[in-house]
Each structure stands twice: as C-alpha cells, then as structure tokens.
C-alpha cells in the first residue's frame, strides 16, 4: 500500500472514491492502523493503547471501512457497540497525500449510514488536543464536546470526547455567522474540505478548542480578511462591514 498519488487539497469526484467493508484484521485495514499507531506516537510519544478486537467490528456489533483513492488505500475507520443505541468511532484515519480529498467525509459519512442502519442512534468518538484539524472536522460534521470518557480515555488528561445524535437520521449543519462592526465571517460546514489552512494561518481567530471556533475579535478585519481568501474549498467567505483602519 502506497502513497502515490497527488490528491491533497483537490475536490476528488465521489466516484474516485471507493469505501470497502473489511475485517479489522484485512491486510490493508492492518497497514493503515499501524500508520495510525505510529502518528500517534509521533504526536504524543506513545501508542494508543485502547484495546479494539476484530470481533467488535463485525456483524451486528459494528462494521470496519476501508477507503480506496484510484485503487489506492488511503483510509480508514470503523465503529464498534457501546451500549444500547450507541456506537463509537474507532481508527479514522487518512493518509497524509490524500487528506482535503474528501476521503475522511466519504468514510465518516458510510460509518453513520451503517450506524444508523444497525438501530444506533448516538455516535461517540474520542480525540485528543493536539489535533485540532480533527476536532474541527467532527465538529462541522454536528459532534460536540462532551464530557463522558469511555473505557481507556476515561483517566487520560487531554482526551477530548465528542458525541452527536441523529434526529430522525439527518445532520443539521447550518450556515455559521460570526460578526462584529467591521466584519462577518460566515462559515459552511458541508463544504469545508478540513485542510487547516486557518488554524494554521490565524490561530488567534481561528480555533477548534475554543467556543465558539472563530473569534473575529481576535485580529485586525484585514487580516481576517486575507486569510479567508487562503481557504481553499470557500466553506469560509468574508463580507466588510466598514473599511478596516
């Protein structure tokens, strides 16, 4: 398995896209857990050490998905049972040279249909704070901080749980306005293709561990302006109240 592949940032159709059912234990869901595993201790020294069995994600008791970009695995995720009418996310992940593909979106999308299918009616997952592009992900896909920790997470300082339910199976994810005299930021979740550019470029106005996300106060109206420009899918667009001294 691969990195070939130009696919960052691009708008890939859904038909380049192909989501496979897979064993948990399948040589490419395999491949890509252990770049899973070994992300993680780049980014805090460790390995997750959350117990998941092959069993949890089969049958009734949960699913494992394996996303193809041009025959190419690049992702990941599953979901196993967590009580009645609850499900948990487990192992998304997508390689780096295909991230701000929509490959993620495909995936979690698939994992709520079945979800939802199999008569859950809650999606919990956990995260942690040092990735703040996955929190802004779920977040703009409807999931909300909440403070329950399952299992391994339940005494890990820093973990950072989200969960959201489906009201008669649907996401509702309105347009987002944020305003003050000089400007309005207006923010689209179901077009953000998630690739950080505004964390990254603005973190004083832009930032997922923070509610609400986007602090227009928190830079001059230009600046705000510019890097509003530098998003690269236009789920965030600008409107000038007044010019900006």
């Not at 996955?134 to 399952?150: C, K, M, P, Q």
């Not at 339910?165 to 689209?188: S, T």
């Not at 550019?197 to 602090?215: M, T």
């Amino acid at each position: 398995m691969g990195d070939a592949g130009p696919w960052v940032g691009m708008n890939t159709s859904a038909d380049r896209i192909r989501i496979e059912s897979r064993t948990f234990d399948h040589p490419d869901a395999q491949a890509l857990i252990e770049r899973i595993q070994k992300y993680y201790v780049d980014l805090y020294a460790g390995r997750d050490d959350d117990s998941t069995e092959a069993a949890e994600f089969a049958g009734r008791e949960g699913t494992f998905l394996v996303a193809y970009l041009d025959n190419t695995a690049v992702g990941c995720g599953g979901w196993r049972r967590r009580g009645p009418g609850t499900v948990e996310i487990k192992r998304m992940y997508v390689i780096e040279t295909a991230r701000g593909a929509g490959v993620a979106r495909a995936i979690l999308r698939e994992l709520e249909r079945t979800a939802r299918e199999s008569g859950a009616r809650r999606v919990t997952l956990n995260t942690g704070f040092r990735q703040p592009e996955a929190i802004a992900f779920y977040r703009a896909a409807g999931y909300r901080h909440t403070d329950e920790r399952l299992g391994h997470y339940a005494g890990i300082e820093g973990a950072y749980n989200l969960a959201a339910a489906k009201p008669g199976g649907q996401w509702r994810c309105p347009m987002q306005e944020y305003r003050n005299d000089k400007l309005i930021v207006r923010y689209d979740p179901k077009v953000c293709i998630h690739a950080g550019e505004c964390v990254r470029g603005l973190p004083s106005v832009f930032n997922v561990s923070k509610k609400p996300w986007i602090d227009v106060s928190g830079a001059s109206a230009d600046a705000i302006a510019e890097q509003v420009k530098r998003c690269p899918s236009g789920a965030l667009t600008y409107e000038l109240l007044k010019k900006a001294e």
